[in-house]
Each structure stands twice: as structure tokens, then as C-alpha cells.
């Protein structure tokens, strides 16, 4: 299984960006698809997920309303839509899979990771 993530970028405060996650080596039929994020100096942090199957998504709260968590089954990717970002959002961004049932915001809780893809927003 890996993961690509792409589209991070610099964008000003209040900008968007969009952030894809393409998927291949299986079908991701009843896995979980997640976005992480890690700011310098801070942890791993969950942003948001996604059921493959029924699509299903969870966020965490500082990003509701702003980002939206999609994926396309038919091409295997998962994006994750940005919108009024702000400079707290900066961080580099990492899609992931999680193989076990039910949702989880644990990042110990997926087993495949992409490599991160940086999000610079300026105030």
C-alpha cells in the first residue's frame, strides 16, 4: 500500500488549498482515510477522516466549517479541501490508512502514511 500526497503549498491567511492523497496498491474498500497534520516542535494531530465505505467523515473541531474531507473511489484518492485558512494551520500535512474497524483520531491507529506535504499560511 502507498500513499502520495500532494498539493500543500504558501497561501495568505483566508486563502484555500486543496490537498490530495492518491492511494494504490489495493482497493480501500472498509478502511478508514485520514488527514494528520504536524506543526514545528508540536505532535502528530488529527485533522480529519474519512469511512471508505459510506463516507463518513469526522473532523476535529478547529478545522469544521473550514475543511472538508472527500475521497473518489472510483480513482482512489482522498482530498482534503481547505478553506479560510489561517497561519495555525501551517503545519506539514500526512494522509494515512487505518485497517481496523471504526474511526479513530489516534495516528497509532493508522498503518500506512504518505509522505507529508507542506502548508505555509501567512498572516
Known amino acids: 500500500v502507498q500513499l502520495q500526497a500532494s498539493g500543500g503549498g504558501l497561501v495568505q491567511a483566508g486563502g484555500s488549498l486543496r490537498l490530495s492523497c492518491a492511494a494504490s496498491?489495493?482497493?480501500?474498500?472498509?478502511?478508514?482515510m485520514g488527514w494528520f497534520r504536524q506543526a514545528p516542535g508540536k505532535e502528530r494531530e488529527f485533522v480529519a477522516a474519512?469511512?471508505?465505505?459510506?463516507?463518513?467523515?469526522y473532523y476535529t473541531e478547529s478545522v469544521k466549517g473550514r475543511f472538508t474531507i472527500s475521497r473518489d473511489t472510483a480513482k482512489n484518492t482522498v482530498s482534503l479541501q481547505m478553506n479560510s485558512l489561517k497561519p495555525e494551520d501551517t503545519a506539514v500535512y500526512y494522509c494515512a490508512a487505518r485497517t481496523r474497524p471504526y474511526y479513530s483520531a489516534d495516528p497509532r491507529g493508522y498503518a500506512y502514511w504518505g509522505q507529508g506535504t507542506l502548508v505555509t499560511v501567512s498572516s
Open positions: 496498491g489495493r482497493t480501500f474498500s472498509g478502511y478508514r
Open positions: 474519512i469511512e471508505w465505505t459510506g463516507g463518513t467523515t
